[in-house]
T-cell receptor, first 110, second 113 residues
Framework: DAKTTQPNSMESNEEEPVHLPCNHSTISGTDYIHWYRQLPSQGPEYVIHGLTSNVNNRMASLAIAEDRKSSTLILHRATLRDAAVYYCILDNFGNEKLTFGTGTRLTIIP | NAGVMQNPRHLVRRRGQEARLRCSPM?????VYWYRQLPEEGLKFMVY????????ESGMPKERFSAEFPKEGPSILRIQQVVRGDSAAYFC???????????FGSGTRLTVV
């Protein structure tokens, strides 16, 4: 499985935008970029995914580099409820299992 | 539409006992995946099942662990003769099709004493 690299932790102030980076230099042409987050004592929650183009949904935006070797999850206005561990995962379409790294622990400062 | 339901939420077993973890997938989802999460680590894939079939058990320990997803009823992850190292959070996910739109449950936290 192609590997992703994320910072171990990040902090952000409440109500400010947050940019969570992910490097995936060995990504293949058919790998989708998925983001999940895990709140304390909860299972992972789907956030967003994309292949080549930038993506927006009600939770976040995903900016994908032109060479696809990196991507950034953007939370436009962080709230305390966004404090979680964020996982960047490559998923070859149709693959039946996700490979989770250790993710980025996001702390939101009130 | 209820999400993925796992029970129990917390399970305490003594060493040597059996642990049975249950997972009811979302309505309409016929693909079930089990993951294990040790403290301060990411989730690790264990097994992927469809109704009455094990599709991929490459992440499952060879001994003491088994999983099933019968035609009727929830998927069961069974751990026989539990040891302290089995203490972890076990998460189940389901999807409507292979590799499409995973939804996770809230997990079962197993503590072996």
């Amino acid at each position: 499985d192609a590997k992703t690299t994320q910072p171990n932790s990040m902090e952000s102030n409440e109500e400010e935008p947050v940019h969570l980076p992910c490097n995936h230099s060995t990504i293949s042409g058919t790998d989708y970029i998925h983001w999940y987050r895990q709140l304390p004592s909860q299972g992972p929650e789907y956030v967003i995914h994309g292949l080549t183009s930038n993506v927006n949904n009600r939770m976040a935006s995903l900016a994908i580099a032109e060479d696809r070797k990196s991507s950034t999850l953007i939370l436009h206005r962080a709230t305390l409820r966004d404090a979680a561990v964020y996982y960047c995962i490559l998923d070859n379409f149709g693959n039946e299992k996700l490979t989770f790294g250790t993710g980025t622990r996001l702390t939101i400062i009130p | 539409n209820a999400g993925v339901m796992q029970n129990p939420r917390h399970l305490v077993r003594r060493r040597g006992q059996e642990a049975r973890l249950r997972c009811s997938p979302m309505k309409g989802h016929s693909h079930v995946y089990w993951y294990r999460q040790l403290p301060e680590e990411g989730l690790k894939f264990m097994v992927y099942l469809q109704k009455e079939n094990i599709i991929d058990e490459s992440g499952m320990p060879k001994e003491r662990f088994s999983a099933e997803f019968p035609k009727e009823g929830p998927s069961i992850l069974r751990i026989q003769q539990v040891v302290r190292g089995d203490s972890a959070a076990y998460f189940c996910a389901s999807s409507p099709q292979r590799g499409d739109g995973y939804t996770f449950g809230s997990g079962t936290r197993l503590t072996v004493v």
